[in-house]
C-alpha cells in the first residue's frame, strides 16, 4: 500500500454531525442516487445541505429533495453557493478535471465520495469489492450468502440503493459495497474491513492520464487503513494485481484465491473441485454446482466464499447460497429460448474485457450483438473467442467501423444496425436451433440508448415481441 496515496491534500478535521454541524456548509454534487442519499444523511445529521447538479435532476430525485426540504439546483453550477462548503461529496461521475471541481481544490475545499461520508455515521462491518470486472456479480453472490445466512446485512456502493441513505434509514451490521475506482479515488479515512480485488485490466483510462499505473493505484486503494484485524481478498492468478502488490505494503491478513495453482491459505481449484481453506472449517464445493458458470464465475464465487467462511458460515449455507443465486438484471441474463435460440442479456458488459468473459463462459455458438460508445476499445483480445464461438456479428451503434475492420477476417457476417428491435430481429434470423443470441456490447450506450439499463430493457422487449 503505497501510503502517499492515503491522504487527502487538503482534508480538513472532520466534523461528525450532531450540534458541530450546525450551520456548517455541505455541498453535494450530482443529484442522482447517491448525492441525494448524501444530501439526506448530512441532513439528518444537521448540516446546512446545498445540492448542485450541472445536467437536469431526475424527476424522482427532486421529489425527494424537495420533500426533504434540501434546496438544490440544477442545469449549473453557482459558485458563491458551492464555494461556501466546509466540504464537498461529489458523485463518482464527475471527473477531477470539471472546472467546478479545479475551483474547489483551489479553495482547499475537500473533496470526498458518499462512501467515505457516510462510513463516518456507521459502526457496520464494512465488505468491500472492486476490480475491472466481477464486481457487481461478486457483491450481489455475497449478499445473497449473508442474507440467507440470516446476518443483518446492506447493499449499496455502486448498486442499489444508496449507501449514505441506508446509513441514515437503517441499523445494518454488515454492508456488502461495490467499489469502482471512481469511488476509490475520494476516500480517505474509510475502512473495509474485508477488501477484495477480483482483477485489473485497463478501463476508464481517460480519467487516468491514460496511464494504467495510476488506475491500478486506484484500486488499490481498496486496502488503505486496513489493520491486522482485517482482511486483503485477491486473485493471485491476475498479472496487474500480482505486479501491483509487488510494489505495496499491506498490514490486513491476505488471502489469494486462483484457479492455477494451489494456495495454502485462500482459496483454489482441484481438479473441477473449488476448495477454500480460509478458515479452521474447510469448505469444498464441484463447479459444476455453482449457479454461476463460466471460469470468470469460479474465480468470483471463490472470492465470496473465502468471505463467507471469513464470517464464519456454515458450509451448507454458502454451498446453498452458490447453488440457487440469481444474477443480476443485465449481467448474463437469461431472457427467454425460441425456435430452440437461446437470447441472453448482458448489455452490463460495457468494456471489451466483460464481453470476453461473457464469451468465454458460452457453450453453443453464439449471434454477437456489439457496439455503442467505444472508448478506445482494442478488440484483439476478443478475436481467439470470436474464431471459436461466434458465427455473426450484428452491430448496434452508429459508428461501427473499428468493429468491422477488428473481426471482417473472423466471421462471415457483420451487419450495422441502428436499433436494438432491428438488431434483434437480425440476431434471430442468422441464429439457427441451439444457437445463443447474446448482447454483449463491449460498449458504453450513450449513442442510442440512456444508460446500459435502458439499452437491456429495450432488447428484453425485444425479444418478447419476436
Given at each position: 500500500m503505497n501510503d502517499n496515496k492515503n491522504i487527502s491534500p487538503n482534508l480538513s478535521p472532520l466534523i461528525k454531525g450532531g450540534k458541530d454541524a450546525a450551520g456548517v456548509r455541505l455541498v453535494v454534487l450530482g443529484a442522482g442516487e447517491s448525492g441525494a442519499g448524501a444530501a439526506y444523511l448530512a441532513q439528518q445529521q444537521g448540516y446546512d445541505v446545498f445540492v448542485s447538479d450541472f445536467g437536469l435532476i431526475a424527476e424522482k430525485y427532486k421529489k425527494r429533495l424537495s420533500g426533504w426540504n434540501i434546496s438544490f439546483e440544477e442545469g449549473q453550477h453557482t459558485e458563491t453557493e458551492i464555494l461556501k462548503a466546509i466540504e464537498v461529496i461529489k458523485s463518482?461521475?464527475?471527473?477531477?478535471?470539471a472546472p467546478i471541481i479545479k475551483k474547489?481544490?483551489?479553495n482547499n475545499i475537500p473533496v470526498i465520495s458518499e462512501i467515505e461520508f457516510a462510513g463516518r455515521f456507521t459502526n457496520a462491518k464494512m465488505i468491500c469489492i472492486t476490480g475491472s470486472n466481477g464486481?457487481?456479480?461478486?457483491?450481489?453472490?455475497?449478499?445473497?450468502?449473508?442474507?440467507?445466512?440470516?446476518l443483518n446485512v446492506g447493499l449499496a456502493?455502486?448498486?442499489?440503493?444508496?449507501?449514505?441513505?441506508?446509513?441514515?434509514?437503517q441499523q445494518f451490521d454488515y454492508y456488502v459495497l461495490e467499489i469502482s475506482s471512481f469511488m476509490l479515488d475520494d476516500m480517505y479515512n474509510f475502512k473495509a474491513n474485508i477488501a477484495v480485488l477480483l482483477n485489473i485490466t485497463p478501463d476508464h483510462l481517460d480519467r487516468y492520464d491514460y496511464k494504467l499505473e495510476?488506475?491500478?493505484?486506484?484500486?488499490?486503494?481498496?486496502?488503505?487503513?486496513?489493520?491486522?484485524a482485517d482482511y486483503f481478498i485477491y486473485c493471485a492468478d491476475d498479472p496487474e494485481t500480482i505486479k501491483g502488490m509487488a510494489e505495496s505494503k499491506f498490514k490486513a491478513q491476505l488471502l489469494p484465491f486462483s484457479i492455477q495453482q494451489t494456495i495454502e491459505r485462500g482459496a483454489y481449484l482441484e481438479e473441477e473441485t473449488i476448495i477454500i481453506n480460509s478458515t479452521l472449517e474447510h469448505f469444498t464445493m464441484s463447479i459444476k454446482e455453482l449457479a454461476l458458470q463460466g471460469k470468470h464465475n469460479i474465480y468470483n464465487s471463490m472470492a465470496s466464499g473465502i468471505m463467507a467462511k471469513i464470517l464464519e458460515i456454515r458450509n451448507p449455507i454458502v454451498r446453498e447460497s452458490m447453488a440457487n443465486f440469481q444474477n443480476?438484471?443485465?449481467?448474463?441474463?437469461?431472457?427467454?429460448?425460441?425456435?430452440?435460440?437461446?437470447f441472453i442479456n448482458d448489455s452490463k458488459a460495457t468494456n471489451v474485457n466483460s464481453t470476453w468473459y461473457a464469451l468465454e463462459s458460452m457453450s453453443s455458438e453464439v449471434v454477437l450483438i456489439l457496439g455503442g460508445v467505444d472508448k478506445g476499445n482494442d478488440y484483439s483480445m476478443l478475436k481467439e473467442l470470436v474464431r471459436?464461438?461466434?458465427?455473426?456479428?450484428?452491430?448496434?451503434?452508429?459508428?461501427n467501423k473499428r468493429i468491422h475492420d477488428a473481426f471482417e477476417n473472423d466471421v462471415d457476417i457483420i451487419v450495422n444496425t441502428q436499433s436494438v428491435f432491428e438488431a434483434a430481429q437480425?440476431?434471430?434470423?442468422?441464429?439457427?436451433?441451439?444457437?445463443?443470441?447474446?448482447?454483449?456490447?463491449?460498449?458504453?450506450?450513450?449513442?442510442?440508448?440512456?444508460?446500459?439499463?435502458?439499452?437491456?430493457?429495450?432488447?428484453?422487449?425485444?425479444?418478447?415481441e419476436l
Open positions: 463518482p461521475g464527475i471527473p477531477d478535471k474547489i481544490k483551489e464486481k457487481t456479480t461478486t457483491t450481489s453472490l455475497t449478499y445473497h450468502i449473508l442474507k440467507n445466512a440470516g456502493g455502486n448498486i442499489g440503493k444508496s449507501f449514505a441513505y441506508q446509513v441514515a434509514t495510476n488506475y491500478v493505484a486506484s484500486k488499490f486503494r481498496i486496502t488503505q487503513n486496513q489493520t491486522s443480476i438484471e443485465h449481467r448474463l441474463e437469461f431472457v427467454g429460448k425460441i425456435s430452440g435460440i437461446s471459436q464461438k461466434v458465427k455473426s456479428i450484428v452491430c448496434l451503434g452508429k459508428d437480425i440476431a434471430y434470423h442468422l441464429a439457427e436451433k441451439g444457437d445463443t443470441v447474446l448482447l454483449s456490447p463491449a460498449c458504453a450506450s450513450f449513442d442510442l440508448f440512456k444508460n446500459y439499463e435502458d439499452r437491456g430493457r429495450q432488447f428484453k422487449l425485444a425479444v418478447k
